[in-house]
């Protein structure tokens, strides 16, 4: 392949687990999750785990997943959107998340990364 190629298809457990950088290389953090929409078989958003230390205090993040390329040959994503973005997003606790079915959340967390939803595509 060449450099800027990669798998068009891939399993989810690829990707989960991968880290997670801005273009410019900042670590911003894990891979966690890929939420699927069901009725359509696309991939709705991706969680990621952003922030804390040790494991205390981080919050999982739903992004959507057209905000990120995939660097296979480094074995992480690249999310394109700036660090203040995803600092000001609205996060969730690992243990306590929201309702990813309800298109008024969806619209918010799209809007918020500056991406149309993907079920208006």
């Known amino acids: 392949m ?6 068009k298809t891939m399993s989810a457990s690829t990707l989960i687990g991968d880290r997670v950088a801005n273009a410019e290389g900042e670590n911003l953090g894990t891979m966690k999750e890929l939420m699927l929409d069901v009725d359509t078989g696309r ?10 230390f040790m ?5 999982f993040f739903a992004v959507p997943w057209q905000a990120f390329s995939v660097d296979e040959a480094n074995h992480r994503l690249v999310l394109n959107v700036d660090k203040e ?11 306590d998340w929201p309702d990813t079915t ?11 990364y500056g991406y149309t939803p993907y079920w208006d595509i």
């Open 2 to 7: 060449a450099h800027n190629e990669y798998r």
């Open 102 to 112: 309800n298109p008024d959340w969806g619209r918010r967390i799209h809007q918020h």
């Open 55 to 59: 494991g205390m205090g981080d919050k």
């Open 85 to 95: 973005t995803l600092k000001n997003a609205e996060g969730f606790d690992k243990n």
């Open 43 to 52: 991939v709705a958003y991706a969680v990621l785990d952003f922030g804390g």
